[in-house]
DNA sequence: TTCTTACCTCTTTTT
DNA sequence: GAGGTAAGAA
């Protein structure tokens, strides 16, 4: 081989890095901790297969989870290489299963029009599934049965798979998946889940397609492989086959997922599948100082379940960890507000600051202060520009001129806006639909010719058919952004939007037009999706990548965001709110055994977002969802080192609240029975520490309720408990 | 058909 | 406590 430079790929790595890079071909497990560069080694490695080992882009897949991850490493790869890498898969999961699917829908028994359901589609659609099996929704829940579904399918099984046991809930599901299955295949329709089963089965039934495959791509690369789900990873190896050029990258100490089907286990599979595997650990941090790497090393030892990895740096330890235990949520946010100030006022910036919390619940009290100090911020999550309903209804109406025997789209436009099609008609249709196992635009059609529909009905039905007709009729041959135009217009969408004077009306209308601005630059059509429309990739794409959800986004603002979303985000200020038992760890995931490795690993993941200066916060009294909570300090925070913690003492100028309302006079109020007041630290024999949360009852049978740090939540009578009063509330 | 009221739920989220 | 959904009334 000739002499070739290849510094701009090595140069700027560490030794564990460049030895991953450039490993030879064969089973590879990279163990990267948190800020140790695993994007950077994941694209110098593609940089070196294609410029050193002459891998043809042709031959590499590189897998993400997200389209974010996705569309960075291709950005980065390409600045790499100086050359545009358009021909290589890189993708999610689910967009390469997707574009697998529109070059093999015959052998996928697909219909080549196929259209992805997002989970509110898919919910409609198991409700409607139910609904045709005549069931009690309220006993059978859509949106479980759509959990149950998923749940099947990322475990690969089929109706006909599962057994049942003769329990009768279990037959009962299995029905509704397979009516729910039924009517996605007549209608054309694939969610998410399906679109990774259904790719994995074509390939697996289709030695031809196969074999194709298994040659083609030489090199797969895998991102977050902690995260992969069941199917996930049996595609994996199926296009692994026997060579086993397999790169993952992962960290099983931020699984994070494991709710929804992530298996870290394929972690320790991949060894025993894989033989030879080669791991290697990067465990050089160049994100955080050396304090906040102890503190997440010393967390995550407390996990029983993990490889083991230590996290390290040469930057120096840095300030130490901060942790305040206000008074309520309101006094934990102004103690964040003037960390934040400060931190402006030193010449920080505001967009150099996260707060990250458990659940989203938790935003509320925040943004109250932040608007309350005029500190611009922004909120991650929430609703996303697709997702939106008059989004989704423009969508619907496109959808049904591209095919009309989308029921989805039929049941959610079809009487919107309002043309007079009520329920009655409806579900005579769904009838005829059923019954005749067509969708419902020909079940229309047929009742129609039979005149089945009485005057004013079969007027507004055949109105409603004819106007998709006319659209569909007139956008023929028109530009993207003007057919989107033309549809909003003419569907009366966006009279409809208008008749609504309020900020929520004004705003859709807003949307509406933003969504012509959408199909201005329509999305690349891949040459290997052949016969796919710029209307069909532009509907598959809303789906597949729902977009961002809040402008302004390079303001310089303060991030909110749960600590999910925070995974593979880094800032120089971190707050981490809510340390409390309950809330985190979760009261769910301390009630079901094994589930605070979870949390625990979710508050690694927290804490490693830091750079710099990491505050952890907590509130004794915090109202969520209407209720009052009395709250010890998270065990999270006990399992930090003290030495590297500095706990910040209420101030005692700081007036504690005052009894102004009504629930917190009622909190304090002292005229029980039982001698102790609600908020009051007591200590029981066999429970340990908790906090008294509530009492009742008087004399003899008077009760408290008291939340142990240890075990949760009790009722105890006080003639028995012997509890020992700790401090004074 | 549309407005109102009752009812439910409320970890975490991408695709 | 709020927000969304679904059933019920005008």
């Known amino acids: 081989m000739p002499f070739m430079d290849v510094s701009h790929i090595l140069d700027s790595l560490n030794t564990e890095q460049r030895e991953a890079v450039t490993a030879p071909p064969g089973p590879l497990l990279i163990q990267a901790g948190a800020g140790s560069g695993k994007t950077r080694v994941l694209t110098h490695r593609i940089a070196w297969l294609h410029q050193v080992e002459q891998v043809s882009p042709f031959g590499i897949l590189a897998v993400t989870f997200t389209n974010k991850a996705a569309g960075e490493m291709r950005a980065r790869i390409e600045e790499l290489l100086g050359t545009s890498v358009g021909p290589m898969w890189i993708g999610t999961f689910h967009g390469l299963s997707h574009r697998f699917l529109r070059m093999h829908w015959k052998e996928a028994k697909l219909p080549q029009t196929f259209q992805i359901l997002d989970s509110e589609d898919q919910r409609r659609m198991v409700q409607r599934a139910i609904r045709s099996l005549d069931l009690d929704e309220s006993r059978w829940p859509p949106r479980n049965a759509m959990w149950y579904i998923n749940n099947k399918k990322d475990d690969g099984l089929r109706p006909e798979h599962i057994r049942d046991d003769d329990d009768p809930t279990e037959q009962q599901m ?400 971190v707050f981490i709110t809510g340390m409390e038992q309950g809330l985190f760890p979760s009261k769910r995931s301390i009630e079901e055994s094994g589930k605070v490795e979870e949390e625990r690993r979710l508050c690694y993941v927290g804490i490693t977002r830091a750079e710099k200066k990491l505050y952890l916060s907590m509130a004794e009294h915090r109202r969520l969802y209407g209720r009052d909570h009395f709250n010890t300090p998270s065990k999270f925070i006990s399992e930090i080192p003290a030495e590297l913690v500095q706990e910040v003492r209420p101030r005692m100028h700081v007036s504690r609240p005052m009894a102004s309302t009504p629930a917190r006079r009622s909190a304090l109020r002292e005229d029980n029975q039982t001698g102790l007041t609600v908020g009051q630290r007591v200590r029981h024999s066999k429970f340990g520490e908790g906090v008294v949360t509530d009492y009742e009852g008087q004399g003899s049978h008077a009760r408290v309720y008291v939340n142990f740090e240890e075990v949760g939540n009790k009722w105890l009578v006080m003639a028995y408990a012997n509890l020992e009063v700790l401090n004074v509330a």
């Open 174 to 573: 299995i029905r509704i998946y397979k009516a729910y299955e039924t009517a996605c295949q007549l209608a054309g329709a694939v969610d998410f889940a399906e679109l990774l089963l259904r790719a994995l089965e074509t390939l697996r039934d289709n030695e031809e397609l196969l074999k194709h495959y298994q040659s083609r791509f030489q090199h797969l690369l895998v991102d977050e492989f902690q995260d992969t789900n069941s199917i996930q990873y049996a595609w994996l190896q199926l296009l692994a086959g026997d060579s086993g050029n397999i790169f993952a990258v992962g960290d099983d100490d931020q699984s994070i997922y494991g709710w929804r089907g992530a298996k870290v286990e394929n972690i320790l599979n991949f060894q025993d599948h894989f033989a030879n595997t080669k791991v290697i650990r990067l465990e050089r941090n160049y994100r955080s100082t050396g304090n906040i790497l102890n503190a997440a090393n010393a967390l995550i030892e407390f996990n029983e379940d993990r490889l083991g990895k230590n996290l390290w740096t040469d930057i120096g330890d840095g300030d130490p960890i901060t942790f305040y235990s206000a008074h309520n949520e309101g006094d934990e946010a102004r103690f964040i507000i003037e960390r934040i100030l400060e931190h402006v006022h030193n010449g920080g910036t505001r967009s150099e600051t996260a707060i990250l919390y458990r659940s989203n619940a938790q935003s509320r009290a925040l943004e109250e202060e932040l608007v309350r100090s005029g500190i611009k911020y922004r909120v991650y999550g929430g609703l996303r520009f697709f997702e939106r309903m008059e989004i989704k209804d423009a969508l619907a109406y496109l959808r049904l001129i591209s095919l009309s025997d989308d029921d989805v789209s039929f049941e959610r436009v079809v009487n919107q806006p309002t043309r007079g099609i009520g329920e009655k008609t409806l579900s005579q249709i769904r009838t005829v639909a059923t019954e005749a196992n067509v969708s419902l635009w020909h079940a229309c059609a047929e009742i129609l010719t039979a005149n089945g529909l009485k005057g004013r009905a079969a007027t507004a039905v055949s109105g409603f058919m004819k106007l998709v007709m006319q659209m569909r009729k007139a956008t023929e041959g028109m530009s993207l952004d003007k057919m989107i135009e033309h549809v909003i217009q003419h569907s009366g969408l966006l009279d409809h939007y208008k008749k609504d004077r309020t900020d929520k009306g004004e705003q859709r209308v807003e949307n509406l037009q933003e969504l012509i601005g959408a199909g201005i630059d329509p999305p690349d059509l891949p040459e290997d999706m052949p016969d796919m429309t710029v209307l069909d990739a532009f509907l598959s794409n809303a789906a597949l990548e729902a977009g961002e959800q809040q402008g302004d986004e390079w303001e310089d603002c303060v991030q909110l965001m749960t600590m999910h979303s925070a995974k593979g985000l880094e800032f120089p200020l």
